[in-house]
């Protein structure tokens, strides 16, 4: 059982839009840590993909984006592409556990 | 270029000890929390603990400290984790991956190392 709340899985055909959330609690997200979302594609490493919530390291397309807000935030993507179907993670830190912790991720399929 | 790289895929017999490293360069490593996260098989992300090179400065996740351990050499620019009996159900890969200096996110990440404890 994860700390924070993803949905198992997603799927939009090419050039829909998605949303990914990942909902956490009072003593994470709601207490105001940041929240970062990851993307491992199929057998590499996981990659930063959107960092303090909505910025994204350079690199990442704008199609990515983040959003938060109370004890939630979102992953949206756009225009969506073959190359996106991955595992997509949320982070955060929780402050009565006192560490970092994933949501369980959510596998995105292009149909 | 940042990079962090990862020794490679271990097998081992349950009761046997490991140590696996992750070797920085292309940035100061002393001055970034290097973390280490685990997934097992199937399974998604885990945090296990980070450790802050300077001054060895650790943190471990509740659920697996007392299990393994920690700790980097400044001086080769490595961190390690290392078990002293590993278990069939400690078979998984392990990434390394260095923290954000200005958030608690991992910017950087290792490629895994896989372990496979298997009698």
């Known amino acids: 059982q994860s700390v924070l709340t993803q949905p198992p899985s997603v799927s939009g055909a090419p050039g829909q839009r998605v949303t990914i959330s990942c909902t956490g609690s009072?003593?994470?997200?709601?207490?105001?840590?940041?929240v970062h979302w990851y993307q491992q594609l199929p057998g590499t490493a996981p990659k930063l993909l959107i960092y303090?919530?909505?910025n994204r390291p350079s690199g990442v397309p704008d199609r990515f984006s983040g959003s938060k807000s109370g004890t939630s935030a979102s992953l949206a993507i756009t225009g969506l592409q073959a190359e996106d179907e991955a595992d997509y993670y949320c982070?955060?830190?929780?402050?009565?556990?006192?560490?970092?912790?994933f949501g369980g991720g959510t596998k995105l399929t292009v149909l | 270029e940042v990079q962090l790289v990862q020794s490679g895929a271990e097998v081992k017999k349950p009761g046997e000890s490991l140590k696996i490293s992750c070797k920085g360069s292309?940035?100061?490593?002393?001055?970034?929390?290097i973390g280490w996260v685990r997934q097992m098989p199937g399974k998604g992300l885990e945090w296990m603990g980070i450790?802050?090179?300077?001054?060895?400065?650790?943190r471990y996740s509740p659920s697996l400290q007392g299990h393994v351990t920690i700790s980097a050499d400044k001086s080769i620019n490595t961190a390690y984790l290392q078990w002293s009996s590993l278990k069939a159900s400690d078979t998984a890969m392990y990434y390394c991956?260095?923290?954000?200096?200005?958030?608690?996110?991992?910017?950087?990440w290792g490629q895994g190392t896989l372990v496979t404890v298997s009698s």
């Open positions: 292309g940035y100061s490593f002393s001055n970034h929390w």
């Open positions: 982070q955060s830190f929780d402050i009565n556990l006192s560490a970092w912790v």
């Open positions: 991956a260095r923290r954000y200096s200005r958030g608690d996110n991992f910017d950087y």
């Open positions: 450790i802050y090179p300077v001054d060895s400065d650790t």
């Open positions: 009072s003593s994470n997200i709601g207490a105001g840590y940041d």
């Open positions: 303090i919530s909505i």
